[in-house]
T-cell receptor, first 117, second 115 residues
Framework: KNQVEQSPQSLIILEGKNCTLQ??????????LRWYKQDTGRGPVSLTI?????NTKSNGRYTATLDADTKQSSLHITASQLSDSASYIC????????????????FGGGTRVLVKP | GAGVSQTPSNKVTEKGKYVELRCDPI?????LYWYRQSLGQGPEFLIY????????DSGLPNDRFFAVRPEGSVSTLKIQRTERGDSAVYLC?????????????FGEGSRLTVL
């Protein structure tokens, strides 16, 4: 069964500090890995998408890494701001072949980040 | 529209009632997904449409759940004989097509509470 495990489940950091979130997956065959940010009461918003050949991708203060060999990814938040308080969800896509091409996404449980002043 | 629109944003109903949740995807997006998210959990796949047809409905938990997309645009998720365990946020997402790396855009969700 395809699985995506995230750690830690939650963390508290001080404003201005850095943090790293982890994602391990067993999804196969692998297509791509995404990180989403979900504010409380809102829908997830995409931060990065990485395919098999990409090792790192940045979006502002967010940097995602991918090791497709070990099936691990990380999301690094630099110089955290209060607005970074949210859940960060790792999502892995396999190559979906049932009836029509598309995405079948496996979501992790998310890491809840709280940035304190 | 500019984004994925879901209505209602909140729905409170009694056990045993029927509910409909509506999703209006981004104009031109052929792929549409329904997910269910319980508190503190990641979204759980329910059903995927490519155009008008349900390409994968393997995530629907039982036959009380059904979804349609008759004209390949707006989709309705229908839940019959609601149970308290159906309480969750139902998220809809759309993307532009077949590409497995296609960006997925989510709506704000419909929060369903079954009393």
């Amino acid at each position: 069964k395809n699985q995506v495990e995230q750690s830690p489940q939650s963390l508290i950091i001080l404003e201005g500090k850095n943090c790293t979130l982890q994602c391990n997956y067993t999804v196969s065959p692998f297509s791509n890995l995404r990180w989403y940010k979900q504010d409380t009461g809102r829908g997830p918003v995409s931060l990065t998408i990485m395919t098999f050949s990409e090792n790192t991708k940045s979006n502002g203060r967010y940097t995602a890494t991918l090791d497709a060999d070990t099936k691990q990814s990380s999301l690094h938040i630099t110089a955290s701001q209060l607005s970074d308080s949210a859940s960060y969800i790792c999502v892995v896509s396999d190559i979906y072949t049932f009836k029509a091409a598309g995405n079948k996404l496996t979501f992790g449980g998310g890491t809840r980040v709280l940035v304190k002043p | 529209g500019a984004g994925v629109s879901q209505t209602p944003s909140n729905k409170v109903t009694e056990k045993g009632k029927y509910v409909e949740l509506r999703c209006d995807p981004i104009s031109g997006h052929t792929a549409l997904y329904w997910y269910r998210q319980s508190l503190g959990q990641g979204p759980e796949f329910l059903i995927y449409f490519q155009g008008t047809g349900a390409a994968d409905d393997s995530g629907l938990p039982n036959d009380r759940f059904f979804a349609v997309r008759p004209e390949g645009s707006v989709s309705t998720l229908k839940i019959q004989r609601t149970e308290r365990g159906d309480s969750a946020v139902y998220l809809c997402a759309s993307s532009s097509g077949h590409s497995s790396a296609g960006e997925l855009f989510f709506g704000e969700g419909s929060r369903l509470t079954v009393l």
